[in-house]
Structure formats: C-alpha cells, structure tokens
C-alpha cells in the first residue's frame, strides 16, 4: 500500500495499516514529515484540544498544554513517525496516479522515473496545499508589496508599517492580531463576508467539545441553538464593521466557513486597532481598490485567500473530483470507478480537523484490511 503526503493524515493511515499487519509506505515530497506544518506562520496554536488532536496510538505529551504550538505539532508528528516506526521515504514527489493494466491496483508516476505499483493508494496531501492568490484585476501590474499568507512567518517585518490584510477566516484574523502585537502602525482587515466569531474556550469548556457534540445532530437545529449562545459570549460588532452573519453557523460550516475562533480578534476591532474595511476587487494606480469604492494605499498586503488542493495534476483525469476540485470521496469510502484509491483530510469540520483524520485513518485501515483479506481468500490455492 502507498500513502502520499507525510503530513498528520497519511501518518495515521500508515500507523493504523501497520498495526493490522499491512505494509504502508509513505511517499513525502518534502525532506521531512510534516512540511506544510513547519512553513505555518510563528504565533499558531491549535484550536483543538491536545486530547482530541491526538494521532492514533500516541497522545500528545502534558507539557504540550491545552492548545499546542506550531513547534509542538511538529515534534509530536516526528516522533509519532519514530514511535510507530514507520516507512516514510522522503525527498518522492508523486506526479500522477493511474490504473495498473488490467484494472487491478494502482501505478504511481513518481520524481526520479519511478512507477511504483500498489493494490490501494491513499492520497492524503493536505487541505492547505497551493495557496489561492485570487486574479483580481490590476493584480499584475501592481508594484506594491502584495504576498499570500502563505509566506507570512510574523510580524518583524511590518513593524512601524501599515499592512492590509485580506480574509478574515482564522488565519487571516490571527495574523491581523499578530500585526497590531507585532507594532504594525495601521492593520486593516478586509471583509467580504462577516464570519461567525466563536471562542475558542467559555468557561473552561473548548468550542470543539462542542463541535463534536453538534457533529450528528441537524444543521437547522444547531443554527437555532447557535445563535442566543453567541449573543451571550461574543459582542456584537456591528459598529465596528463585523455584524453577525445571517446565515447560520452551522450552514455555514457546511458550505466550508468554518467559524473564526477568537484569538485576540475581538478586542483588537472593539478597541480599533484593527479597522474592518471592505472586501477587495482590484488595484488601481498602485492603490488598493475596495468594494466600497474607497481606495487605499498601504505599505504590504497580506493575502489571506485560502487553499486550492492541487489534486487535478495528480488524479484529476481519473473522474474522482468534484468541480471544486475536493475528491468526491472520504474516509474509507472510494469512488465506484476507481476501488482502492482513497482520501484523507479534505475536509475542514466544526470537530476539528486532527480528530477527523484519526477517525478517517481507523476506518479507512479497516476498509483496506478486510478488502485485502478478501482478494487474498479468492486467489488459487
């Protein structure tokens, strides 16, 4: 079996394959596990619990605290790899994906001329994959300093400057904060869309505890219960350019906005250190032009767009993605036109990223195993 990606998706799959008894070989691109991890920006935590961020088979130590750093993410998934012994071969980029003659299992076109033939393939590349820089006009001739959040490590090298950033789901709301702690002297956030805005923690009790508890149940039943409990737990900021979004957190979640946990954002808009203006449609005149018409001319801009999963090169001709480019399916599930070849950490849900691949992992584990066992009792004896 081939898993492809060393990120915290295809080293779960690995390790609950081995621990059935099937060999799984990891092929990272990067020279070590966990690439994308390392290049995420200083100030990131996780909003997800140590507990429930946990890989299958080792918990992530004590002293990591409640909510890990980007470092500790990072050690936790080289030990993992260590502690499990796992068969990682890095410095392998997979190119293409196609059928093995015959139909049965899969051939992998990989970096240096390799074909590398499996009975099941696991891509599991990341959700953060390319970063999505949008084609707004003028963008090409604009000759200010525009980069994708992507690049953004931290805030050193905006200090005493004034810095637009774009997108305010929680990487562009944690950079604008980190912006404003960093001495940026102006940071403005632009907003198509207001987000949910949710603590991460109310009481002692972690908003993904309740993403979990909210996973099953109907989307219009948890949007009903959502909005009083937000009324009661975060202000509203409507003066301040972020009014409460009228469709409902759960809806939302569903179409793939996931709610924006405060990490300091909310005191920094109550307080005005950073301004909400409106979305962005274009450069002008080496200005920044906004959807209100205003245009503004700040030092750096800072995209923060998101993601496409770059899936298309890799298995786009195999009729397995939907138009938005996502693999139409998950988990131990594969598509009816193409048995064997599975996907892991596509998603991004309300129960936390990290839990979903451990369970993604079990289940797609057990799918391989008795599929194996199966192919196994039909050969000739």
């Known amino acids: ?39 995420h920006y200083d100030r990131l935590r996780l909003h997800t619990t140590r507990r429930l961020s946990a890989l299958p088979g080792l918990p992530m130590p004590r002293r990591f605290g409640r909510w890990p750093a980007r470092d500790d993410v990072v050690r936790y998934l080289e030990k993992y790899a260590d502690h499990h012994q796992l068969e990682i ?16 299992g899969w051939v992998l076109h990989a970096s240096g001329g390799r074909e590398l033939t499996g009975a099941a393939v696991v891509v599991a590349t990341g959700h953060n994959h390319t970063p999505r820089l949008p084609d ?16 953004y490590r931290n805030a050193a090298p905006y200090a005493g400057r004034d810095v637009l950033v774009v997108g305010v ?50 989307v219009g039943l948890v949007d009903r219960l959502a909005r009083p409990l937000s009324r009661l737990s975060v202000p509203d900021l409507s003066a301040q350019g972020l009014p409460r979004p009228a469709t409902g957190l759960y809806t939302r979640a569903r179409q793939g906005a996931i709610p924006v946990q405060d990490a300091g954002l909310i005191d920094a808009v109550r307080s005005g250190r950073v301004e909400v203006v409106a979305a962005v449609e274009g450069f002008e ?24 999963r770059g899936l298309e090169p890799l298995v786009g001709h195999l009729d397995v993605l939907a ?51 199966a192919r196994v009792s039909r050969l000739p004896r």
Request: glycine share 12%; net charge positive; with cysteine.
């Open 89 to 104: 071969v890095t410095g392998v980029e997979v190119s293409r994906v196609e059928r093995a003659p015959g139909g049965a």
């Open 169 to 218: 789901g929680n990487t562009g709301a944690e950079i604008a904060v980190d912006l404003v702690e960093g001495g940026a002297s102006r940071v403005r956030l632009s907003v198509r869309t207001p987000p949910h805005i949710v603590r991460r923690s109310t009481a002692g009790w972690p908003a993904q505890y309740t993403g979990v508890l909210c996973r099953r149940l109907p």
């Open 1 to 39: 079996m081939y898993v492809i990606g060393g990120g915290p998706g295809g080293l779960a799959v690995a390790q609950a394959l081995r621990a059935r008894g099937l060999r799984a070989v990891v092929l990272e691109r990067a020279d070590r596990v966990g690439a994308s991890w390392r290049r």
């Open 136 to 151: 707004w006009p003028g963008r090409d001739t604009y000759t200010g300093e525009l980069r994708h959040a992507a690049e």
């Open 285 to 308: 005149d080496d200005k920044v032009l906004l959807a209100d018409g205003t245009r503004v001319a700040p030092d750096a801009v800072i995209a923060a767009t998101g993601y496409l």
């Open 323 to 373: 138009p938005d480019g996502t693999p139409l399916t998950r988990g131990p599930h594969t598509p009816p036109n193409a048995p064997g070849l599975y996907f892991t950490g596509y998603t991004n849900p309300i129960s936390g990223m990290l839990r979903e691949l451990t369970r993604d992992a079990t289940r797609i584990a057990t799918t391989i195993t008795k599929t194996e066992a």
